[in-house]
């Protein structure tokens, strides 16, 4: 047979690696992706309620390391047990039915119990396909490099929840990453100077310099930008990363957008920030875009080159009506952008390391409010904050010995 390999870019999930393999004797093709970009700085969760047969057409990114899971019929597809696939939800169910039936004789000959209670058990499986009754479908990928279609895109999906997260230590080492080593000594004040060191282009993996930087953003605190440019294929890239602690409290910051000088206000936006625009019912979970320290109208044009680039609702794998929606989405972003649309921009970050300018400052601002609100568990949860302990470690560690 043969084989065929494309290397590719999909937004959401960097580059990836497509193989294709087709028998011309007896017909039999086979397909699977490897990711071919970076580990994802957090890992992702994605929990969908099915309802109804469309969902089944959702389109499936699964990583090799991913978890497959359905609660309902305490079934699990473990990592590393398939390949990464792109294909739909009934795709991946027809793929653990074959795999189940694969030897199915065998059994039947040796241990007819255990083959006929699989036979049942596949039965269940494909009575999920009818979607007779809902049931949850969840992808938990620690690399961070799974996706599951929102078919109402840009618009937010109910029946669909991402969860972003800190990967524990073991599934840092089953990804082969190691903990980062602490400094053994206090950084010195970097304030005024601009750090350079070597690293690999993400685009070309040619040799290039990454530039960090110290920032200190007035009435809020400190930041770190790191900006890296490749002289090779031209690919430019920033990230904001916070330089303080995470905040006792949350912040949920609302601006009314009244104007088009409100487009020039400065945006930090951590990696934990969620974004909402209510009037476009548009919204933006944590860990997209990853941080940036920009403006306003720079965040938006973000968000629009984001929604554009989305492979689900481009070319093949758009439905009818997909595409006229999308363009309705832009249309109306763009008239926010170009000033001639009153909106409300949200920014909730539960770690509140998220900024929004305030051009009255020190006075108030009147179209410009700032909550504080206490965390939930399943914030503290996704921050890692529930399992973290500051005080009166010593002493215990003192005891144990």
């Known amino acids: 047979g043969v084989t065929r390999l494309l290397l590719t870019r999909i937004p959401f999930f960097k580059e990836i690696i497509v193989s294709s393999f087709a028998c011309g004797s007896c017909s039999w093709s086979n397909t699977e992706i490897q990711s071919a970009g970076r580990i994802q700085e957090q890992g992702v969760r994605y929990t969908l309620a099915v309802t109804s047969r469309q969902d089944m057409n959702r389109e499936v990114v699964k990583t090799d390391c991913a978890t497959a899971r359905i609660p309902e019929l305490d079934f699990e597809i473990p990592p590393f047990t398939q390949k990464g696939v792109l294909t739909t939800i009934e795709g991946l169910i027809d793929r653990a039915v074959a795999g189940l039936e694969q030897d199915q004789p065998v059994r039947r000959a040796t241990d007819k119990e255990v083959a006929s209670k699989i036979d049942e058990f596949i039965g269940k499986l494909r009575q999920l396909k009818e979607v007779h009754s809902p049931f949850t479908f969840v992808i938990d990928d620690p690399s961070g490099n799974s996706f599951v279609e929102n078919p109402r895109a840009p618009q937010k999906d109910d029946a669909l929840v991402v969860a972003h997260y800190r990967r524990t230590p073991q599934q840092a080492a089953v990804l082969g990453l190691e903990p980062g080593e602490k400094p053994a000594e206090a950084a010195e004040d970097l304030s005024s100077e601009v750090l350079q060191f070597n690293t690999n282009c993400p685009e070309c993996n040619a040799p ?14 400190e930041v770190i930008i790191m900006a890296t440019n490749c002289d090779s294929c031209g690919h430019r890239t920033n990230e904001v990363k916070s330089g303080g602690a995470i905040e006792p409290q949350g912040t949920r910051v609302t601006l009314r957008i009244t104007d088009p000088s409100d487009m020039t206000r400065d945006v930090l936006k951590s990696e934990t920030c969620s974004v909402e625009i209510p009037e476009l019912e548009f919204e933006l979970g944590m860990g997209a875009l990853g941080g940036k320290f920009t403006t306003l109208e720079g965040l938006l044009k973000d968000i629009r080159d984001l929604v554009e680039r989305n492979p689900f609702t481009l070319g093949d794998s758009s439905a009818p009506g997909r595409t006229a929606r999308l363009q309705e989405f832009i249309a109306k972003l763009h008239e926010i952008i170009e000033g001639k649309a009153k909106a409300h921009f949200i920014m909730d970050d539960p770690a ?28 503290n949860e996704d921050l890692g904050l529930n399992d973290m302990k500051t005080e009166g470690y010593e002493s215990e560690g003192a005891s144990g010995r």
């Not at 290039?208 to 605190?221: C, G, S, Y």
């Not at 900024?355 to 399943?378: C, G, H, I, S």
């Open 208 to 221: 290039a310099d990454t530039n960090m930087k110290v920032v200190q953003i007035p009435h809020f605190k």
């Open 352 to 379: 509140g390391n998220s900024y929004l300018q305030n051009v009255y400052a020190p006075e108030e601002d009147p179209e410009l409010k700032v909550e504080r609100y206490e965390r939930t568990f399943e914030q």
